[in-house]
């Protein structure tokens, strides 16, 4: 004889999972967060770096992502940049 699960059952499986994935975003948010942070800084120290933008500029590479722009931008407002 097979045993048969209830239907409530699976709904009930069904909304604890998703209880436990709604109570995890927050936790998966600020490591999204503390990871973008760390990207932003690498980026940073590369855009204010003068030897990666003339290998940029060796290697035809104008543009850069949307998400990069204002970084981009700042870092070169200190540094003078050839275009």
Do not use: C
Request: hydrophobic content about 40%.
């Amino acid at each position: 004889m097979k045993r048969r699960r209830a239907r409530s059952s699976k709904k009930a499986v069904l909304q604890s999972r998703r209880v436990t994935y709604a109570l995890a975003l927050p936790v998966r948010g600020n490591a999204v967060a503390r990871q973008w942070q760390t990207l932003e800084q690498v980026f940073r120290e590369l855009f204010a770096d003068e030897n990666f933008l003339t290998l940029l500029e060796a290697e035809s590479m104008t543009m850069v992502p949307q998400k990069f722009q204002a970084l981009f931008e700042e870092v070169s407002r200190e540094h003078e940049i050839r275009k």
